[in-house]
Every structure is written in structure tokens, then in C-alpha cells.
């Protein structure tokens, strides 16, 4: 486990904050408010090079212009039972500076998985009281002038989409300017999303079962796993996606990858109920599925719950991968047809059934994390902090254009043999 010492802890300021009220609240929709129980998302970037520090800290403040709700609080409403984000020109953003005499090309090595070290190259956020802090960032320094840039974000607040597109326009303003990202425009304001007729009554539902407590928040616990990091290349994604074709049925990267992950999950496991039913979860995003779509410029989740179900002895045979494959594209189809049917037991499906979903996927490959250069260059290693659920995996874009990262957590007795399985699986 590597040493951290902080020598600075400092607040950048959104300047000049485009709030002119003395607050602005912006109450969360019914996609938010279902993740606001969850630990807050936590990424870790390692730079074999490091920005000025100086230039981090100004393009920081120049881009929470434009994405000011992430500087501002989320806040109790008790006159309404509420939580709103909060939102003043006085908002800022925590910014974390440190050292390390750590090594760092052994934590930017794919097969290194020291998550302790991760874990203290990432800020806190204090989430479990309201108010609560959206953000925070720690930018630790490394002998060599390699540098560890950490962010930690409120799901509440940003979905997997959100967080990146945040990072890309820091980067962007890092790297070439102000005047980069001055074509972005976002949208806040969370009374656009009025596709449901009770939207607000199911928010307020959703967040008296996620947070019955307020403004005091049970933050869900997460226990100790142990993690590997894949990368398929785009020879592998072909070729498992040739292996998954059905007759015209010609599956998604996305479904193909999914099922391969949840058969070698099942041999692994060696079920004790061949007859038992096994879940895959995993979110997704309505933006472009809603009638009609949402507008692009929509700063908020706007993802739900899916559920493909298969009893463990339809998925452990033979024609296991298809079967995967097909229930994963069912799920995909039935969803898409009406993407807010359902959705307040979407939510309560993934909280309610946490011990019998077997696999959880999070993230996409869409995600281009690995073209994030704040003007020193790409990353060695993106990796996702916050993960430590049995059977949870998280998808990202690869370094090579094509390549798709997959990062596993699972309880340790479980990791060697699935990582043989799906190695075996991935080049068969």
C-alpha cells in the first residue's frame, strides 16, 4: 500500500458563477433520486506525466462554469420532503493536493490490483448527512513527475455518461483552452424530465425507500473483493461475436460480452441449484429511447434497471452462450419499448434482489476514458474505484481503438477460476 501525504487542501471556486440567485435549487428528478444511496462514483486516472498543477486548478474553475451544479450541495427540503441540489455563487469544488513515494508503474500495471493504494488516491465525499458535497478531487504527485488524478462524484447527481463527459471538458480546457469548450452547452434544470405523469410522486416514493431517514442517508456498505482487469481487443470482440450469431441474429458487442462474463460466472460458481434462477443487471440509458428524446444537452441521470433472467443449468451447457446472448437481447427489446414502464420496480428490483443478481454491469465501452489528456498525454490506467460488489464489472473504452476494458470484482476464492474460465472462453 503506497504512503499519501496531502500538504494542501484548497477550494476552487466557480468564477464567475453564472447562479445570480442567492440559492437556486434544482430538485432531483426520479431518474436521480434512485441513486442516492449509493456511494458516490470514484475514478482514478494515472498520468505517466503531470499537467501544471496551475493550469488544473484554472481550467477546474473555468469548466464549472458550465457544469456549476457539481460545485453546489445536495440539500433537504423538509417543507416538501425533497432533496434538491443547491446551488450559490459562493459554490466550490474541494481540491486535494499530495505525494507519494509509492511506485507508480507497479499501480498503472493491468495486473496489479492494490485497491487500498487506489483508495487513498481518491477523495472522501462525506455523503451520509445532508448537506452533502457533489464533488471532490486530489491530485497526488509521484517521485519521477508521474501524477494520480482522482474524482470522486454524487450518483445522485451524474450517471457513468456525465461523469466522463465532465472529465473530457476539463481535460479539453486543460489542454487547449477556455475558449474549447465554449461550444458546450448543458441543460440543468431537472423539470424537463417529464415523461412521467407521476414523476414527482415517484420521486418522492423512490427517495423515502432509498432514504428514509433524511437528511441523514444509510450510504449502502460495500465489503471487500477481490479485482482483475480485462482488455478485449477488437479481434477477441469480433470473434465472440461471430460466435454468438443465431441464424440473422447478429448480437451486440454489449450482449455478447455480457453473456460470455455470465456463463464463466456460473461455472465458477458451481451453483448448488442447477434449477436456481440466476440474474444479470445492468443499466440502460434512456436519453435517446424516451418520446421524445431527450435534449443532448440534458446533466443528469437518465438511466434504469434491466434484469435478464436464466435458470444456472440453461446457461451451463452447451448452448449456454447463446441462450445468454438472447435473454440478454430480450431484456434489451422489452425495455425498449416503453422505457419508464416498470420503472419504479426497476429500481426496487436492484436494492430488493441485491443478494440474488448474480452479475452486475456497469459503465460502457462508449466511455472513452483512455482519450483523457489534460496536455500531457493519455493515461497509463483508468481504473474504477468505486467497485468492490461480488459479481459486479464495470465497462470502459479501451486503450486501443476498439479495445473494450472490463474490470471484475468478486469474493477471492471465486477470482483464479473465473479468470481461467473466461480467458479460456474469450480465445476459444
Known sequence: MVSVQIHQVSHVAVYPSPVTETELLLPLSFFDVSWISIPPIRRLLLFPAAPD??????????????????????????????????????????????DSDGDFTRLASDEIHDVDSFLRLVPELDVNVLPAAVMAVQVTRFEGGSLAVGLAIHHAVVDGRGFWLFVEAWAMACRAGEEAIS?????????????????????????????????????????????????????????????AKDGRIQYSTFAALSALTWICLIKTKAM??????????????????????????????????????????????????????????EEIDESCKDVLRGYEDSVGGFFRDANSIFILLNGSSSFRAYETDFGVGRPSRVEPVSMSLDGQVVLIGGREEGDIQMSVSLNPPHMEEFTKEFLRELHA
Not at 54 to 66: D, E, F, H, P
Not at 287 to 316: H, M, Q, S
Request: glycine share 6%; charged share 25%.
Open 53 to 98: 498543477l496551475n493550469s488544473l486548478k484554472s481550467s477546474l474553475s473555468a469548466v464549472l462554469r458550465l457544469f456549476y451544479p457539481l460545485a453546489g450541495k445536495l440539500t433537504y427540503l423538509p417543507a416538501t420532503g425533497d432533496v434538491a441540489l443547491s446551488c450559490s455563487p459562493d459554490d466550490h469544488v474541494t481540491f486535494i493536493e499530495a
Open 183 to 243: 461550444g458546450v452547452s448543458l441543460v440543468h434544470d431537472r423539470t424537463m424530465i417529464r415523461y412521467h405523469p407521476r414523476g414527482d410522486e415517484i420521486a418522492r416514493r423512490l427517495l423515502k425507500k432509498m432514504a428514509p431517514d433524511l437528511p441523514i442517508i444509510n450510504t449502502q456498505r460495500r465489503f471487500e473483493a477481490s479485482r482483475r482487469t480485462f482488455t478485449i481487443s477488437r479481434d477477441m470482440i469480433r470473434s465472440m461475436k461471430q460466435r
Open 272 to 329: 448448488e441449484d442447477p434449477n436456481g434462477e440466476t440474474i444479470l443487471g445492468f443499466s440502460m440509458d434512456c436519453r435517446t429511447r424516451l418520446n421524445p428524446p431527450l435534449n443532448d444537452g440534458y446533466y443528469g441521470n437518465c438511466i434504469r434497471g434491466c434484469f435478464a433472467k436464466a435458470k444456472a443449468v440453461e446457461l451451463a451447457g452447451s448452448a449456454g452462450f447463446s441462450m445468454a446472448c438472447m435473454r440478454i437481447k
